[in-house]
């Protein structure tokens, strides 16, 4: 079912919290499965400073979210932006098929703070991140 690492991140999730006063935060969610992320991010000098999640959703959720956050701490907001779905699956030693998009969440949740972060900052690519919760399709 579930790897080891997924386990321990479900019971022991790593940035788990909000961020106030955030730079950028990422608001997504797939409504199929009931899975709700925000993402908030601090950024200094084009770095990730700070990350913190609250999800709502199952395990994999909650591990998808705090690995998003252990891989992109630190880096540059271009790095962060190439963090995949398939990288989060592979830190978290894989998730079984059904919970792909849990993986597909976190990535995007990650995405829609730096392009939050990006808006305010006029560096954007013209539009804002979306208000309201992100429609996913079903894997």
Do not use: W
Request: charged share 30%.
């Amino acid at each position: 079912m579930y790897s080891e690492k997924v386990m321990d991140l479900f019971r022991s999730p790593h940035n788990m919290g909000k961020i106030e006063n955030a730079d950028g935060i990422g608001k997504v969610g797939n409504p199929v499965c009931g899975d709700v992320m925000y993402i908030y991010i601090k950024v200094k000098d084009n770095k990730i400073a700070d990350i913190k999640f609250e999800t709502f959703g199952c395990a994999a959720a909650i591990a998808t979210s705090s690995m998003i956050t252990d891989l992109a701490k630190g880096k540059t907001l271009d790095e962060a932006l190439k963090i995949t779905k398939g990288d989060v699956a592979e830190a978290l030693e894989g998730l079984p098929p059904i919970k792909m998009h849990c993986s597909n969440l976190a990535a995007d949740g990650l995405k829609a703070a730096i392009e939050d972060y990006r808006s305010k900052q006029g560096k954007g690519k013209g539009q804002a991140a979306p208000k309201n919760v992100k429609q996913e399709k079903k894997e």
